[in-house]
């Protein structure tokens, strides 16, 4: 017996810094429906609004609770510098590690929120892996010589004229839209180029 299906890569959605704002965490959910994505990435601070930040439009972590734990199957989640562990008391999907590895043929990704592990503070990476975070409120695309850095921006409280938005990584590639879905950059590894 044969199996003629082809390998599907899985689409991943990729989000950080929601911060308790659930009018942005649902337009999110809206965005990942659409997308039909097979799996949530948050690169953390899902729940609070933090002391530098101004608390964002409908702020209501308990909404936002709801919203996720009714879809935990689907989550992977780094811990932020905003989580805590009685946010894990509430949560239903794991939120207190670290980092996360994913890869992209045969690189790395090193999945972290960047507050601990940034470029600044490199983890253990070879050149041309790409090292993945939220934490700055600002969508990147940077190459360097010892690896590529990527970042989502903020779903509710982006900084630095950057859209609100979400990554998708499909088939070895990035791609940067807004939460209405309009892309606005990409990024393929198997080419090691920008676009």
Known sequence: MTNNQTDTAIKWMIASDIHGSAFW???????????????????????????????????????????????????????????AEVDQMVLSFPVMAEYAILTAGRRMIFVTHGHIFNNGHLPPLHKGDILLHGHTHVSACEEYETHIYCNPGSVSIP????????????????????????????????????I
């Not at 933090?50 to 689907?74: C, F, H, S, T």
């Not at 938005?165 to 940067?176: L, P, Q, R, S, T």
């Open 25 to 83: 965490c649902g337009k999110l959910l809206e965005a990942y429906r659409r997308e039909q994505a097979d799996r949530l990435l948050l690169l953390g601070d899902i729940l609070y609004h933090g002391p530098r930040n101004d608390l964002p439009e409908g702020y209501d972590p308990k909404a936002v609770i709801a919203m996720l734990n009714a879809m935990a199957q689907d989550i992977l989640c780094v811990r932020g510098n905003c989580e």
């Open 159 to 194: 900084k630095e004229n950057t859209p609100r938005g979400y990554m998708i990584f499909e088939n070895d590639a990035f791609v940067w839209k807004t939460l209405e879905g309009n892309i606005y950059r990409e990024y393929k590894t198997e080419r090691n180029a920008a």
